[in-house]
């Protein structure tokens, strides 16, 4: 069995230099962002304020990690803000009601998150349900199960301090560096070796180019599908974790609007919702953008609905430069 070429292999160069050209624009976009911000103000270029855009960049950059794979599959998950939210609720249970050891809890959260992906590729690969509409029904599901399973309340981590620091603890001395970022670091490194030097990665990329071409080469699309959002979901999983972390807590309600932050970062970073296109360093600078955006709003005292308008403009113009890329491919 020949193993199909990924889209990003087989594009003319002209077409390969446009999508160069989009990643050096949202890169250059982050730049300008943070030049604009620091002039207006003296509280933004701050190492502290460096290290809380890092920070809040960590889960939904984490979130888009997986998602990234779903998108250059042509597909869609609407499911990962909720899902990590419940993520978080069965770290919970696992350590405080349960009473599981460290490792134990937090691997159980994880591999709950590659359950919820799981299914949606179940749904989306076999049953065929539109992507849409299967991630749409997971996501009001796993809001209806934080609920249901934390009693409507927070579950805290107060005799669990090991996990608190998962997200917190600061790991250079004299500095506040949180261990998450790190972890985040870590994640980037892990999916872009998985996105381009494995044989997942390559199944990614061709099953986004042309599903029908790759099944007929011999590639069974059901079982990549099921993968692929499986593995998504472990990013979701760990999302989750470190969401819990943070707070010292695992807040059953919200989630929902996550997605779309996760979502955002992935198609100004230059994925395309059509499919069959993408890369990591791309995400990871969507994520930054949409973090630092929403820092910089917040540090010069705009208010919050307005913050929401930028961030939808944003959107708009970097699904507007797809179909531009696209139609010149």
């Not at 003319?12 to 030049?35: E, K, M, N, T, Y």
């Not at 198609?267 to 069959?276: A, F, H, K, R, W």
Request: proline fraction near 4%; aromatic fraction near 8%.
């Amino acid at each position: 069995m020949t193993t199909p070429a990924p889209a990003e292999a087989t594009r003319s160069p002209l077409a390969a230099l446009r999508g160069s050209l989009q990643q050096v624009l949202a890169f250059a976009s982050l730049i300008v962002i943070v030049v604009f911000f620091s002039i207006a103000s003296p509280h933004f270029f701050t190492s502290n304020n460096i290290v809380s855009i890092l920070t809040a960049a960590t889960v939904t950059g984490i979130l888009a990690l997986g998602t990234t794979f779903v998108i250059i599959t042509g597909g869609i998950d609407l499911s990962i803000g909720t899902g990590m939210i419940l993520c978080g609720v069965m770290a919970g249970v696992f350590l405080t009601y349960w009473g599981w050891p460290l490792w134990a809890g937090v691997a159980g959260a994880i591999v709950f998150g590659a359950l919820l992906g799981f299914v949606n590729g179940v749904n989306i690969a076999v049953l065929k349900i539109p992507p849409f509409i299967a991630t749409l029904g997971m996501m009001l599901i796993a809001a209806g199960l934080s609920l249901v399973i934390s009693g409507t309340k927070p579950i805290y981590f107060n005799d669990q301090p090991a996990f608190q620091q998962i997200m917190n603890l600061s790991i250079i001395p004299g500095a506040r560096f949180p261990l998450g970022v790190l972890l985040f670091i870590l994640m980037i490194v892990v999916a872009a070796i998985v996105l381009s030097r494995t044989v997942i990665g390559r199944y990614t990329f061709s099953i986004g180019s042309n599903e029908a071409a790759t099944a007929l080469s011999g590639v069974n699309v059901t079982k990549w599908k099921i993968i692929i959002y499986s593995m998504s979901g472990l990013f979701v999983g760990l999302a989750g974790v470190l969401s819990a972390s943070r707070l010292s807590s695992a807040q059953p309600t919200g989630g929902m609007g996550l997605e779309l932050e996760a979502i955002a970062a992935v198609v100004i970073g230059g994925t395309s919702l059509q499919g069959g296109k993408g890369s990591i360093v791309g995400t990871v600078i969507g994520a930054l953008i949409m973090a630092v955006l929403t820092n910089g709003l917040r540090i010069i005292s705009v208010p919050q609905e307005w913050q929401s308008v930028a961030v939808g403009c944003v959107i708009l113009i970097a699904v507007y430069l797809d179909m531009l890329r696209r139609k010149g491919a």
